[in-house]
T-cell receptor, first 116, second 111 residues
Framework: EAQVTQNPRYLITVTGKKLTVTCSQN?????MSWYRQDPGLGLRQIYY???????DKGDVPEGYKVSRKEKRNFPLILESPSPNQTSLYFC???????????????FGNGTRLTVT | GENVEQHPSTLSVQEGDSAVIKCTYS??????FPWYKQELGKRPQLIID?????GEKKDQRIAVTLNKTAKHFSLHITETQPEDSAVYFC??????????FGTGTQLKVEL
């Protein structure tokens, strides 16, 4: 089954304790992205990647890191989490190889992070 | 960069009525406009999309219209049902798949 898998689904941590949220897709998609969702603010892009070893900042990258060592994986790293990073996080992927231009994003099930 | 505004933020309709959600975008280079539905506690899922070379697209009870000159696009849901209750997000993108989302519309379909 084609899917984007995020882990964990729920995570409670304390300020300053490094954490990683994993994201994996099995659709051979070139494009992967991380979003955070906060009430009233919609989905805001954190980082994205157009292919292996190619990453770029989105609209709210401060406090986050990513890596794209393999095509299927795109982990989100919080080196020193703070309470303002408490949010719902979504990983998404899509194909870039299409004769119609943009292609739909496929989202993971989300990770609800609480930083105390 | 792109800026997408979405209205209304909440919408309540009676079952069987129509619902319309409107979005505007700022970047005239944007050429792809998807709509996502997010049910409570679940991930956003694509329900319909439209590209800039098309003015309208329909899929059963759902339709999207695009006015490139005015930089407006809208989602129309006809004959609404309780299962249409969800948060709906519009988005806009130029080349490279960088989607900018609206802030969402909470649609409630009342019996």
């Amino acid at each position: 089954e084609a899917q984007v898998t995020q882990n964990p689904r729920y995570l409670i941590t304390v300020t300053g304790k490094k954490l990683t949220v994993t994201c994996s897709q099995n659709m051979n998609h070139e494009y992967m992205s991380w979003y955070r969702q906060d009430p009233g603010l919609g989905l805001r892009q954190i980082y994205y990647s157009m292919n292996v070893e190619v990453t770029d900042k989105g609209d709210v990258p401060e406090g986050y890191k990513v890596s794209r060592k393999e095509k299927r994986n795109f982990p989100l790293i919080l080196e020193s989490p703070s309470p303002n990073q408490t949010s719902l996080y979504f990983c998404a992927s899509s194909s870039l190889v299409t004769d119609r231009g943009n292609s739909p994003l496929h989202f993971g099930n989300g990770t609800r992070l609480t930083v105390t | 960069g792109e800026n997408v505004e979405q209205h209304p933020s909440t919408l309540s309709v009676q079952e069987g009525d129509s619902a319309v959600i409107k979005c505007t975008y700022s970047d005239s280079a944007s050429n792809y406009f998807p709509w996502y539905k997010q049910e409570l506690g679940k991930r956003p899922q694509l329900i319909i999309d439209i590209r800039s070379n098309v003015g309208e697209k329909k899929d059963q009870r759902i339709a999207v219209t695009l006015n490139k000159t005015a930089k407006h696009f809208s989602l129309h849901i006809t004959e609404t049902q309780p299962e249409d209750s969800a948060v709906y997000f519009c988005a806009a993108a130029g080349g490279g798949n960088k989607l900018t989302f609206g802030t969402g519309t909470q649609l409630k379909v009342e019996l």
